[in-house]
Every structure is written in structure tokens, then in C-alpha cells.
């Protein structure tokens, strides 16, 4: 069959050869392969998980966390999505080629490193909050299969010499986050967009890194995060209407 160049971009199934070489795999493989196990643990079992949102199948939750007065709360989403698969969210979640259709904290976006297929780094402006300083981030993204029909996208901040941090207008802020899918079909059956179903799981922590006021913080992440998941995953939907199923 002929390959569409969406395709062709499709997250890989196997690691990419030129990301297992770079001086960032072992920090790569090991925060994501311990991101995407957290990333399906239940939120039960008493640990101080909180239920801030709910709407259909979203469900979000958060542990409160400070830090030296600055809030840092982890955050913990599920969601089920029908229809598409999990390579296809994970593909539009990692390609930058989309993100300015469904990321609207965006200010500006900056590919910094191209370390292969799997693997980038981006530098990231956000809009700014008042009364806040603007908020940047340089962090390195990368995404892979896992078993069970799942593949994940990993988000950590790095540092970069041509980037150094608190250096202009933005405060430089921290972020270590997790988009991880599972898909799922009727046993026998062959996967189809009549018959998959994604279940998500999304984890997120953000160090403010400078003073930020702690009510206006938890305020702005209560509005923002549902805002995202429910954005994206229905940009996800969109795009994939009346395309081949990728699993
Ligand atoms: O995961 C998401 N996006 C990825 C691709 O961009 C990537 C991004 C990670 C950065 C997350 C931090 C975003 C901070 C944004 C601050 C400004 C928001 C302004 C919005 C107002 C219109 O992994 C999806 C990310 C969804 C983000 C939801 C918002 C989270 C807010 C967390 C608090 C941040 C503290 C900033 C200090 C400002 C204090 C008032």
C-alpha cells in the first residue's frame, strides 16, 4: 500500500537508533520508562489524591505540593477516547507540526534539537499570567511504544548553553510531563475506528521556578488542564476522521 507521508511520521514502534547513541538517552529512557509506568497506577489507595474535574470520561486529580511557597502541584488526568488509536494521539501530542492548533498556552515554540526521530527539544514561551513574570521552558520530548498497544510521549526540562534560563523577560519553569495510551479492541476482532477505544493517562508536574501567587496558580491549572485534554483529544478525533486507522 502506498504510505502517506502522515504515515511515514508516524511515531515509531521501535526505538529510533539515533536517539540510544545521544549523551541524553540514559536520562531519556529512564524518566520516561518511570513515567509511563506511574502514569497507568491507580489513584486510589489513599495517597492524597484530590478529584478537581470531572466531565464524561475525564477525570482529573491533584496532590497539593509546596515547595518553599511555591505550589507544585502533581496532576494526574484520565480519559477514554473512541475512535482513534493510541499511536495517533501519542503522534499528534509529539509532532510540533500540530501543536500550535491545540496548545493555547503557546506563545511561541522553538525546535532547539532534532535528535531523531523519537526525540526533540523545544524551547517554549507561554502567555503570560498577571500578575506574574512570562513563563519559558526548554525541555526535551520524546516517544515510543510500550507493551500492550501503548506508546507514551515524555516531556522533562533540560538546560542548553544557547538557552540559559532567566535571562530575558521569562522566568524559566520546570516541567515534567506524561501523555500515556492504551488502546484496546473486542478480543478476536480486528481493530477498527468503529471499535477502538484509548484509555489516557496524563501526568504533570510544573515547578514555577519564581515566585508565583499560590491562588491565582491553582486557579489558572484548574481552568487550563481540562481545557487541554478535552481540546486535544477532540482535535485528536478530528483529525483522524475518515483516515486508515495507524495502530
Ligand atoms: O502538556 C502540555 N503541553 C505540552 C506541549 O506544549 C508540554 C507543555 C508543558 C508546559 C506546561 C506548563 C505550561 C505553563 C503555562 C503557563 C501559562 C499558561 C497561560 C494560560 C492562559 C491563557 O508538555 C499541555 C499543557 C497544559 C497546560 C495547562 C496549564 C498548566 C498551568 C500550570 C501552572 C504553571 C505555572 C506558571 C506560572 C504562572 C503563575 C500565575
Redesign the pocket.
Known amino acids: 500500500a502506498e504510505r502517506t507521508r502522515d504515515q511515514v511520521e508516524l511515531p515509531p514502534p521501535a526505538l529510533d537508533n539515533r536517539l540510544t547513541v545521544h549523551s541524553l538517552w540514559p536520562e531519556i529512557n529512564r524518566i520516561s520508562t518511570e513515567q509511563i509506568q506511574a502514569a497507568f497506577e491507580e489513584v486510589g489507595g489513599g495517597i492524597g489524591w484530590q478529584l478537581f474535574a470531572e466531565e464524561g470520561d475525564m477525570r482529573m486529580y491533584r496532590r497539593e505540593m509546596e515547595v518553599d511557597g511555591m505550589v507544585m502541584d502533581p496532576l494526574k488526568a484520565m480519559h477514554k477516547v473512541r475512535g482513534v488509536s493510541a499511536r495517533e494521539m501519542c503522534h499528534y501530542f509529539f509532532n510540533p507540526r500540530y501543536?500550535y492548533e491545540w496548545?493555547?498556552?503557546?506563545e511561541t515554540m522553538t525546535i532547539v534539537e532534532e535528535i531523531s526521530s523519537d526525540a526533540l527539544v523545544f524551547h517554549?514561551t507561554?502567555?503570560r499570567?498577571w500578575p506574574?513574570s512570562q513563563?519559558d521552558?526548554l525541555f526535551w520530548s520524546h516517544v515510543r511504544a510500550a507493551e500492550d498497544n501503548t506508546y507514551a510521549v515524555t516531556?522533562h526540562s533540560t538546560s542548553n548553553t544557547d538557552y540559559p534560563p532567566n535571562s530575558g523577560a521569562c522566568i524559566r519553569?520546570f516541567?515534567t510531563?506524561c501523555l500515556a495510551c492504551r488502546s484496546s479492541w473486542p478480543a478476536g476482532a480486528a481493530p477498527t475506528r468503529d471499535n477502538i477505544t484509548t484509555s489516557i493517562a496524563y501526568c504533570?508536574t510544573?515547578n514555577?521556578g519564581g515566585w508565583?501567587?499560590a491562588g491565582?496558580?491553582r486557579a489558572?491549572?484548574k481552568r487550563?488542564?481540562p481545557k487541554?485534554l478535552k481540546r486535544f483529544t477532540s482535535y485528536v478525533v478530528d483529525q483522524c476522521r475518515g483516515k486508515p486507522l495507524a495502530i
Open positions: 501543536r496548545e493555547t498556552t503557546l517554549q507561554f502567555k499570567i506574574a513563563r521552558a516531556n519553569l516541567v510531563v504533570s510544573v514555577p508565583a501567587p491565582v496558580l489558572v491549572y487550563e488542564y487541554f
